[in-house]
């Protein structure tokens, strides 16, 4: 497992670069997952740029569960200059920002539907492929930090999935053990997709999914 990371300091500045390669246009705005090679073209964000970095800080400092819009909107061709260790995994305060940003993908239901019971199926139609595209286009990282990535993301999504689980299905099980499903639907936070609420109550009002509760 990933060591503790250190505490955020307001005052340094992340590591970013601004890509000028032309892939980066042909690409749609994605790195193919490598640190680049020798004589590439790129160079550190300086001067007033630099308070955008101390943005990110902010935005991950006074946000338990931030949405990173910072990260999200950052300008075409910059990058979070990602360093990982020996097992691959992200280091730094650049790879606490990653593991942040990757949790905002495990609770976007566009990237990892919540409607989908087993992590494994979320790869078919290239779903993984997609997720990694997403975060090149914020991120520069080995390629061996993928398989790190992509376990991070699944584990996210299956605590969110616990999280809201705990938060609005249980109570009103607990209430009320004979609720209709109907009643649970309206349940249905604002930030999780309507269809995709409804595929998580049907699951959990399963057969398979009280067995699996009472398992767990």
């Known amino acids: 497992m990933q060591g503790p990371q250190r505490p955020l300091d307001r005052s340094k500045r992340l590591n970013v670069i601004q890509v000028t390669d032309q892939r980066d246009d042909e690409d749609g705005d994605c790195n193919n997952g490598e640190q680049f090679p020798p ?10 740029e630099g308070q955008v970095h101390n943005q990110v800080y902010n935005e991950v400092r006074k946000r338990k569960r931030t949405s990173l819009p910072i990260v999200w909107n950052m300008p ?18 650049e790879g606490a920002i990653l593991g942040k940003f990757l949790g905002t993908i495990a609770r976007n239901g566009g990237f990892c539907p919540l409607n989908i019971n087993d992590w494994c199926q979320v790869n078919k139609n290239s779903g993984e492929e997609t997720i990694l595209q997403c975060v090149q286009t914020k991120f520069v990282y080995p390629r061996s930090c993928e398989k790190w990535i992509l376990k991070s993301i699944g584990r996210d999504w299956r605590k969110f999935k616990s999280s809201l689980k705990d938060a609005f299905f249980n109570p009103a099980i607990e209430k009320n053990p004979n609720i209709k499903r109907k009643a649970l639907y309206k349940l249905c936070p604002e930030d999780v997709d309507n269809d995709q609420w409804r595929g998580l109550v049907k699951y959990w009002k399963s057969k398979k999914g009280r067995a699996l509760a009472e398992k767990n």
């Open 39 to 48: 004589g590439h073209e790129s160079q550190a964000l300086v001067g007033e």
């Open 76 to 93: 075409k061709g910059q990058r979070i200059v990602v360093k990982c260790n020996e097992d691959s995994q992200p280091i730094g305060d």
